[in-house]
């Protein structure tokens, strides 16, 4: 069984930085890969950031140049580090990682960009 633990949301005004954490019980080497998804009232989840196992990356539209995914194996976490924050990035994030066909998620954790 595969767990992933977010941590790292919260209240942040406009223009305002967070740095989110994904800790797996396994070694992330496991994966495929992983990434962040996140999910606003009414709107489907939808894909922020990927890192693959080789290290590959690749980010929503919304996000480039802002976000930036990255990892420490040791630690087995992932991150997502989110800078030039905007309300419409407001939503929960989830972590999620690709184990073949099977995808793990974590609970989620609340970002809220707001003055």
């Known amino acids: 069984q595969v767990q992933l633990v977010e941590s790292g949301g919260g209240l942040v005004q406009p223009g305002g930085s967070l740095r989110l954490s994904c800790a797996a019980s396994?070694?992330?080497?496991?994966?495929?890969?992983m990434g962040w998804y996140r999910q606003a009232p009414g709107n489907q989840r939808e894909l922020v950031a990927r890192i693959t196992r080789a290290g590959n990356t690749n980010y929503a539209d919304s996000v480039k140049g802002r976000f930036t995914i990255s990892r420490d194996n040791a630690k087995n976490t992932v991150y997502l580090q989110m800078n030039s924050l905007k309300p419409e990035d407001t939503a929960v994030y989830y972590c999620?990682?690709?184990?073949?066909?099977?995808?793990?998620w974590g609970q989620g954790t609340q970002v809220t960009v707001s003055s």
């Open positions: 999620n990682a690709e184990l073949g066909p099977v995808n793990y």
């Open positions: 396994r070694s992330i080497f496991s994966f495929n890969a």
